[in-house]
């Protein structure tokens, strides 16, 4: 279930002082950025890793800022590299495997609660 977030992060964000979870095996991710309405993160991918087939009530844009990605979004696959990017409409099925290790920078609208251990 969806759920607001009532709270914001810093106004500024110092990425070598900001906490990195590690989210699945071989991937890591970090919060840049938060507000009700937006949320930046940087998530990194070990080759190989997956991030399994899923959907949520947020749009979705991911820019791959590094390494090689095979993206699936609502059954469309496609190869993506650095300086490309794919969008994900609310509750359309997506999920990728990395290629070649990299790096993506996604942002939500709204920002995801789950991601602040604000939702079960």
Do not use: K
Not at 27 to 36: D, F, K, S
Not at 64 to 81: A, C, M
Request: proline share 4%.
């Amino acid at each position: 279930m969806h759920q607001d977030i009532q709270r914001s992060s810093a106004a500024f964000t110092r990425a070598a002082e900001e906490r990195i979870d590690e989210v699945d095996p071989g991937i890591r991710r970090q919060m840049l950025g938060y507000g009700p309405d937006l949320m930046v993160c940087r998530v990194w991918f070990e080759e190989g890793a997956i991030g399994h087939i899923h959907s949520h009530p947020h749009s979705q844009s991911s820019y791959v800022e590094s390494g090689r990605f095979r993206v699936t979004i609502d059954g469309d696959e496609r190869e993506l590299e650095a300086g490309d990017a794919f969008y994900v409409a609310p509750f359309l099925d997506h999920g990728a495997l990395c290629l070649e290790a990299g790096c993506l920078l996604d942002t939500f609208n709204p920002a995801r609660a789950d991601f602040l251990g604000e939702e079960g």
